[in-house]
């Protein structure tokens, strides 16, 4: 791996590029990846509102108007809002295909790997409730 831009140049070499042509092709593979990267989160962060957060700072989900949906992180590291719940009452999960339909897996104050319920207007925690939820509030 610490070879790779060695291994790339000798690459655009067999091809009869100059170095002016090379560089060009490798800066905007570099710029093309760190773009790619960027895009899905930034995307995502639109449509929810959210940013990847972590516990002690989730809040809620700023384009829903259910006050019981959170920003959490998905299994890819990506902000995605949940419903708020009780710690030890989700099923516990590795990967998104342990959680039923309108589930994803994640991470929570919990301190578990939870099946979050993707928000909706049904998203309810209760006007009383005891004990530690996800969202550490």
Known sequence: MANWFDQVTKTLADKKLDRRQAMKTIAGTVA????????????LAKKFGCSVQSCGTYTNCPKNSNINCYC???????????????????????????CGKGFYCSITCCGTMDC????????TLGSVHAGKTASGH
Not at 80 to 88: A, H, M
């Open 32 to 43: 093309g990846v760190a773009i790619a990267g960027y895009l899905p989160e930034t995307a």
């Open 72 to 98: 959490f992180a998905n299994l890819k590291n990506k902000p995605q809002c949940g419903c708020d719940y009780l710690c030890g009452s989700a099923k516990n999960c590795t990967k998104n295909s342990d």
């Open 116 to 123: 979050i319920q993707k928000c909706n207007q049904t998203c």
